[in-house]
């Protein structure tokens, strides 16, 4: 049995604690020292692995949930890739890439997808965990013999393989490039394609922007756009869909695949939005483990049989279980009526709207929400959404039109989510003004909003020391505590990865059904919407100049709607429930096209 130790030195302050981890270790490291003991310049707790017998004390006394332990079995050490260092995370195994198709990567955040990319990109030297004497070139190239992995990494050590990543966090990028989007492009330019990439991302617009005046959105496209003008022939997108709103993930999908040349050339994917990456992948790789304390690398499976058997929470080639649940989705039809859905508690007539600077115009069709009911909001951005959302809290006055029955108390939940948002400093704070009752342990609201979005670990930590994803969780969970009768929620799983996004649209909707409220949900992620979405309105229109919105109508006509707009068409698979896009062109695409469904349910 191996047993991995971590100690996350973020948060190991022993200046501020009692040092209970220590003081309670049973073991005795050669009468001198405790399995458990200060580092030398005393700045945080190590753990020697070789004498620590897994008791678990040490973790239940950390009063900052510093430290974890796991024990995995002893054959896990023969795949060992890497190691940050002593009492960090470790990688076992790496995902294979092949010429010939596209390469995806799902799994959780901090398991490990990021450093696989690292690692096969040549950017990170992997130390197969030999920290204090790192191995050679040609040690690393044998640890893998007799794998697709081998191959490829000689590959890549004898200076064959240029590889290229497009980075997770696209923000590092607004400080550190200066120039308008096109001179950046120009220079980067090695294919002589770059006015065909241009149109096939949308960049034609911006293409004078200073890179500091770009949205998110802007700024990942370019980014990948800096990617496919590169001559390589190893191409990795960390999240690329991130920003993005579902049409332009379809176009996204469809400029990768044509321009990194698969055929020919290494492109791996890592993607949260299963819909998308079932689109753009012919194989997936599914990364599990423990999140920041050890992340192991599956076989590869085809695209549809990976995503299920993740989803599913059991890998066959492995005979591992990765989760103790499966994942499945929902889909509400027409004729489903909710028994407390009987009166509206917000309703709007036909409503107009003009912004006097930009002459951005919206139009509302008249629609309302009732009790108990999750709507839907999907379509481009720039097109209206969050003024919607403005208008109906009163934030913002229709030109014509009117908001017919407020709801009383409104929570919102911004689109951009950043320390600043929060009026306190820890994250039990925050949760406690909300609602004092969200941190008793005892109670339903503790369940559902801090132990189901894992927040319990974080609560003494502060709001400005938080990850994308712990600060999107802690958002989401502030304002579903607050005592509201309509929550308003704008792009709620941006930052999560799968199994987070199912955890917050479970969350979403057994708050609104047990307190009998209601929620509007802004949101791109199309498996997200199916989820937790009873009905749907759609926006689309020319961005930045117009949009138009229907009322709410029921999941499968919405998403229909959004879809032939969009000319794409999804199916549901068999198996898991959840949403597929068809190949452009492919037998099932042209049949949906003909009977014009273009998102079925059967």
């Known amino acids: 049995m191996v047993r991995i130790a971590v100690i996350d030195r973020d948060y190991c302050k022993p200046s501020k604690c009692n040092l209970e981890c220590i003081r309670f270790c049973p073991i005795n490291r050669s009468r001198k020292k405790k399995a458990v003991d200060l580092s030398e310049d005393k700045s945080r707790a190590v753990i020697y692995e070789d004498i620590c017998v897994g008791c678990g004390i040490c973790v239940k006394k950390c009063p900052y949930n ?37 390469l995806g990567v799902i799994g959780q955040n901090g398991a490990g997808k990021t450093t696989s990319i690292r690692i096969l990109s040549g950017q990170l030297k992997p130390n197969l965990g030999r920290i204090n004497e790192p191995p050679e070139l040609d040690e690393i190239v044998k640890a893998f013999r007799g794998t697709e992995v081998q191959a490829y990494l000689t590959k890549l050590f004898n200076g064959e393989i240029k590889a290229i990543v497009k980075p997770q966090y696209i923000e590092l990028a607004r400080r550190a490039l200066k120039g308008t989007v096109k001179e950046l492009l120009v220079k980067a330019d090695e294919t002589g394609l770059l006015k065909d990439i241009v149109v096939a991302v949308g960049l034609e617009k911006i293409l004078d922007k200073k890179i500091s005046e770009l949205s998110g959105g802007e700024l990942q496209k370019f980014l990948i756009s800096a990617v496919l003008v590169k001559n390589a022939n190893a191409y990795f997108f960390d999240e690329p869909c991130s920003y993005l709103d579902v049409k332009e993930r379809m176009r996204i999908a469809r400029a990768i695949r044509e321009f990194t040349k698969p055929d020919k050339n290494y492109v791996v994917v890592i993607e949260h939005d299963l819909t998308v990456l079932d689109y753009i992948t012919d194989h997936v790789v599914v990364i599990y483990g423990e999140p920041g304390v050890f992340g192991v690398s599956s076989k590869p499976y085809s695209t549809r049989v990976g995503i299920n058997t993740y989803l599913k929470g059991y890998l066959p080639a492995e005979n591992m279980r990765i989760r103790d649940y499966e994942i499945k989705f929902r889909i509400t039809v027409k004729g489903e009526v909710k028994e407390e859905a009987q009166y509206p508690i917000l309703a709007w007539s036909n409503m107009e709207f003009q912004y006097p600077d930009s002459g951005f115009k919206l139009r509302i069709e008249e629609g309302e929400v009732r009790i108990g009911e999750v709507i839907g909001v999907c379509g481009p951005n720039g097109i209206g959404k969050t003024t ?42 925050n949760l406690k003004a909300a609602s004092p009752i969200t941190v008793d342990p005892t109670s339903w609201l503790y369940i559902e909003l801090v132990k189901r979005l894992k927040l319990n670990r974080l609560l003494e930590r502060k709001v400005e020391d938080l990850s994308g994803g712990e600060l999107q969780k802690l958002a989401v969970s502030v304002t579903l505590a607050k005592d509201a009768d309509l929550y308003f929620l704008d792009e709620p799983s941006a930052y999560l990865d799968v199994e987070e996004r199912i955890a917050v649209a479970k969350t979403i909707r057994r708050i609104v059904e047990e307190k009998h409220k209601a929620a509007i949900v802004v949101e791109h ?60 062109g492919s037998v099932l695409d042209r049949e949906q096209k003909q009977k014009g469904i273009y998102f079925s349910v059967e």
Do not use: C
């Open 525 to 584: 992620d199309l498996l997200f919407q199916t989820y937790v979405s009873d009905k749907v309105m759609v926006f689309w229109g020319e961005p930045a100049v117009s949009g138009y919105s229907n009322k709410p109508v029921d999941l499968r006509d919405g998403l229909n709607l959004l879809l032939k707009h969009l000319e794409v068409t999804v199916r549901r698979d068999i198996e898991s429930g959840r949403p597929r896009i068809n190949k452009p």
């Open 66 to 102: 510093a430290i974890s332990i796991v024990n995995l079995p002893d054959e896990f050490e023969k795949f060992l890739v890497h190691r940050y260092g002593e009492n960090m995370f470790k990688l076992y195994g790496l995902p294979a890439p092949r010429i010939g198709n596209i």
């Open 388 to 429: 919607f959302i403005k208008l109906l809290s009163g934030e913002l006055k229709p030109s014509s039109g009117e908001v017919l029955l407020t709801a009383g108390s409104v929570s919102i939940k911004p689109q951009e989510v950043s320390p600043r948002i929060f009026t306190e400093e820890t994250v039990l704070g």
